[in-house]
């Protein structure tokens, strides 16, 4: 079991930033990729950005040139830093942990990421 703890949302001005962390817990060693996603009212959840065990990262459309996906190993913890927000990104931001061989994705509860024009 992986246990996933979000934080770092809010309100913020068009063109600002904001970091939201993702605090992991539990056999965090079976996860083979981290992920952030995200779910505006009305629409699909979509993957923001990931990052493998390794290091290598992806990014969505979206979030290219804007968003860096990190995880601080030691402290197992995974973070987006946003930055030229724009009112589009407005959407709850989910924490999503991919098992490296078998078994369920785990999510967090999710952060609410609020841009105002």
């Known amino acids: 079991q992986v246990q996933l703890v979000e934080s770092g949302g809010g309100l913020v001005q068009a063109g600002g930033s904001l970091r939201l962390s993702c605090a992991a817990s539990?056999?965090?060693?079976?996860?083979?990729?981290w992920r952030w996603y995200r779910q505006a009212p009305g629409k699909q959840r979509e993957l923001v950005a990931s990052?493998?065990?390794?290091?290598?990262?992806n990014y969505g459309d979206s979030a290219k040139g804007r968003f860096t996906i990190s995880r601080d190993n030691a402290e197992n913890t995974l973070y987006l830093q946003m930055n030229r927000l724009k009112p589009g990104d407005t959407a709850v931001y989910y924490c999503n942990a991919h098992p490296a061989w078998v078994g369920q994705d785990y999510w967090g509860q999710g952060t609410q990421v609020t841009v105002s024009s």
């Open positions: 990052i493998t065990s390794y290091g290598t990262t």
């Open positions: 539990g056999s965090t060693f079976s996860i083979g990729a």
